[in-house]
């Protein structure tokens, strides 16, 4: 079992920076690829971006391409996402997910692979 704690999470103006950490216990973490999800309210929760197992490589969907970044810190058992130039567009409860030797950008997209997630960080961008 892995548990999974997302925080950073809040109110932030158009064009601002958040960094969410998704920290990790149980398990072994740096086997696990770890994807981030979004939820806006009275829409689908979205695939927002991923770090593979390896760490070699990172996903993202086109709305976040070139302002947000996935990093991880295996020593850490932590994954981050950067979010920069933030658009109220962006509102939303994000989520952190891990997928044991998620590799793939299809499976990692698709949120029903996944084995484990947080409970969530709300991120609201006000305009």
């Known amino acids: 079992q892995v548990q999974l704690i997302e925080s950073g999470g809040r109110l932030v103006q158009d064009g601002g920076s958040l960094r969410l950490s998704c920290a990790a216990s149980?398990?072994?973490?740096?086997?696990?690829?770890v994807g981030w999800f979004r939820q806006a309210p009275g829409k689908e929760r979205e695939f927002v971006g991923a770090?593979?197992?390896?760490?070699?490589?990172?996903y993202y969907t086109g709305s976040v391409e070139g302002r947000f970044i996935i990093a991880r810190d295996n020593a850490k058992n932590t994954v981050y996402l950067q979010m920069n130039s933030l658009k109220p567009e962006d509102t939303a409860v994000y989520y952190c997910?891990?997928?044991?030797?998620?590799?793939?950008?299809?499976?990692?997209?698709?949120?029903?692979?996944?084995?484990?997630w947080g409970q969530g960080t709300q991120v609201t961008v006000s305009s």
């Open positions: 770090i593979t197992w390896t760490g070699d490589n990172t």
């Open positions: 997910a891990a997928d044991r030797y998620g590799i793939v950008r299809s499976r990692l997209a698709r949120d029903y692979e996944y084995d484990f």
């Open positions: 149980g398990g072994t973490f740096s086997t696990y690829a």
